[in-house]
Structures are given as C-alpha cells and as structure tokens.
C-alpha cells in the first residue's frame, strides 16, 4: 500500500538458521532446518526465551546487523543509512 502511494519501502529476509529458534517452544522436528516465523525477534529482544541466549558469534554479528538496520530505519527511514554494519566491534 505505501508503495503504491510512492513511498519507500523495505523487505528483507531472514535465512540464519541460528543456536536458538521458536521451534525450540513448540519441540517440533517438522522443519528444523529452516528459519521460523518470528525468529527474527530473537535478535532483537533478549527476553523472548528464557535460556537462549546469543552465544555464537555468527548470531551476535546477525543481532549487530539486524539491530543496526533496524535503529536506522527508524531514526533515518531508510535500513542502511549512516551505518557500518560490517564492523561489528565488541558484543
């Protein structure tokens, strides 16, 4: 709809298949091997599972990413802007 309208608009796709995933709640083994819905917010908020914490560094350079994109999007409106994302400094 904001597209139509002119407007910007951004997508992306979570395909890191971390330590930690929401099928971790539903002890499931039906698709394991794919990212789950919502397991995006695994890198944004440390309390959504009790006891999974980022502990790899691949998935802390994803939080480092993910967190940056979005923090930029809402300060600048655009994902990338003023960012280093490829730096990820200390976690």
């Not at 499931?28 to 502990?55: E, G, I, K, Q, R």
């Amino acid at each position: 709809m904001h597209a139509s309208h002119g407007q910007k608009v951004y997508q992306y796709n979570l395909e890191h298949l971390g330590e930690h995933s929401f099928n971790d709640i539903l002890n499931t083994t039906v698709d394991v091997d794919y990212v789950s819905h919502v397991d995006d917010l695994l890198y944004l908020f440390d309390c959504l599972l009790p006891h999974a914490h980022l502990t790899k560094p691949e998935d802390r350079f994803v939080r480092h990413v993910m967190v940056n994109l979005w923090t930029n999007f809402a300060a600048y409106g655009f994902p990338n802007e003023h960012s280093n994302f490829f730096e990820p400094g200390p976690f």
